[in-house]
């Protein structure tokens, strides 16, 4: 591993955390996550936890690897993978390390460019904030759960004893004063980085190119491009295998994008409908 | 569904979490939008008779649908949250304007038809209400198919046909479960006519999703599903052939009507169905890959 960990564009690395310009104008502010030198503390769980006050979601032993937190969820708006694969390391020297692969990865809302979520919600609840995130009014939400079926990544959820959507806001409140998000500011190797999101997105086409470099031919960005499926995330990762593998969904649509055809196919029924309560008075007499 | 790798073959998606009461309503508003239209119509060629009684199960729909979407909320006391926007992007946010003004235009013409005062008002908010019938009836196809819910995105195309001809089955089955034969006609024919189409398009979708189109057919579906076909054949079949006669005309309406709320809950059951199961979300997105047709990742 150390191939990897003695890497200077970790070490190095120096993005401004303050949200907000010089003069005061706020900027588009993100995630990168760089599951390559994640090692599963699970601190940004817990530092999530502890500073939005997001509740316990009870102890369950899964058994698959050191994940008891399952998934990402209202009470869960950071969750770590673990992957044990069969395969030994990618690094310079294959015949190092014990032929156990162990992918760790902390997940969480990707605030997309173009949000499903946003797009449906029918009472305005969530919306996009000054700093491009997308974030839950939980004044405004009456709990409808469009934006439940709608997030092409399982992240938007219902808190039953509650009744309204939970999910990560990017510490919305800690964004405002100009505070690193907790997960973040938690993260020991800096597996979670936050910053603006073209110095983040720089700084991760740099650091894949670094291990493919370095023979880490699996490294590659997840949702780094501007233009895919839900037009780039806010908070984008770094991945070892493919996304399915860590539970993210490998080519995500917003269904929006579709909206003008699935309008156009119900006024073709509507029409039709119409035509057909027509039809079934031809030949009446008035 | 083929084999796509996966997180412990956790869902990647959340299911659904609106409760049947959902289900209930897609078939409740589905019926109130076309009998709205059936009224409508009915007036304009002179079937007072017929207009009368659809108009009655137009009310009907429109007054139990609401308790049913607002119950289901989390926080049912905030359900005006609804109209503090119209959102063109929201489905639900438009289907909430369609259906409070449908409410509101059939209460008045069923309130103006029962007083017997105001004809004109009648008229209009009748002819208002049968106009947005038909979009009452198939917004909630599109309702529901703007989720990341595989078994509905994916069934985008058909499921508003399959909608308005199963509420247009509906609607013509309620009509003549409670019209005398002789002005029934036009609600027979409309049931006929609906359970056809309907029973071509769900054909349709199914044909055409493929492997997709599974939880339609898998699991508790494969009962209602075919509830749904063989009830819905067979109470048309009897409102075509012998629904002059009124015994039969009730028993194929009641049919048709329970075909139709089995067919709802099959649609509504196959989201959940589609999103226990990650491959559902997976397979398709990786085909897509490969055929070299994603956006980027
Ligand atoms: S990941 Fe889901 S919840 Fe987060 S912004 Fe995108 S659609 Fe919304
Ligand atoms: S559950 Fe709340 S945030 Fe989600 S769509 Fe409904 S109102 Fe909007």
Known sequence: MTAISGDPTIISHDIDVASHHPDGSPRAMGFFTDTSICIGCKACEVACKEWNLVPDDGLSFTGDSYDNTGSIGCNSWRHVAFIEQGRPVAVSDPEAGDGLRWLMSSDVCKHCAHAACLDVCPTGALFRTEFDTVVVQQDICNGCGYCVSACPFGVLDKRREDGRVWKCTLCYDRLRGDLEPACAQACPTKSIQFGPVDELLALARERVDTLHQRGVGDARLYGADRDNGVGGFGAFFLLLDQPEVYGLPPDPVVSTRRLGQMWGAAAAAAGALALGVAAAFLGERR | ?297
Request: aromatic share 6%.
């Open chain 2, 1 to 297: 569904m083929t084999e796509a790798r996966s997180y412990y073959g956790r869902p990647l998606l959340k299911g659904p979490v609106w409760e049947p009461d959902i289900a209930a309503y897609l078939f409740t508003g589905g019926l109130a939008g076309a009998s709205a239209t059936l009224a409508a119509a009915a007036r304009r060629r002179g079937n007072d008779v017929l207009a009368r009684r659809a108009l009655m199960v137009a009310l009907a729909g429109l007054i139990v649908s609401p308790p049913l979407l607002i119950r289901d909320l989390g926080r049912p006391a905030r359900f005006h949250h609804m109209l503090r926007v119209l959102k063109v992007t929201s489905p639900m946010s438009v289907g909430t304007w369609v259906l409070s003004a449908s409410g509101l235009a059939t209460g008045v013409a069923t309130g103006c038809e029962v007083l017997g005062v105001m004809p004109r008002l009648r008229t209009a908010t009748e002819t208002a209400a049968g106009a947005l019938g038909p979009a009452l009836a198939t917004y909630t196809a599109v309702l529901i198919a703007d989720t990341a819910v595989p078994a509905w995105h994916e069934a985008r195309f058909e499921l508003p046909f399959v909608f308005a001809a199963s509420s247009a089955a509906s609607a013509g089955a309620a009509a003549a479960l409670v019209t005398p034969a002789a002005s029934a006609r036009p609600a027979r024919r409309l049931c006929a006519m609906g359970a056809l189409v309907e029973l071509a398009a769900t054909g349709v979708m199914e044909r055409r999703l493929g492997e997709a189109g599974q939880p339609y057919s898998t699991g508790g579906n494969a009962v209602s599903r075919r509830l749904a076909r063989g009830l819905t054949a067979a109470g048309a079949l009897a409102m075509t052939l012998t629904g002059r006669r009124r015994p039969a005309a009730i028993l194929g309406g009641l049919s048709v009507l329970a075909g139709a709320a089995c067919l709802r809950w099959t649609v509504f059951a196959a989201g959940a169905h589609s999103v226990r199961d990650p491959a559902y979300a997976v397979g398709p997105q990786r085909a897509r890959i490969e055929r070299g047709e994603s956006r980027g990742g």
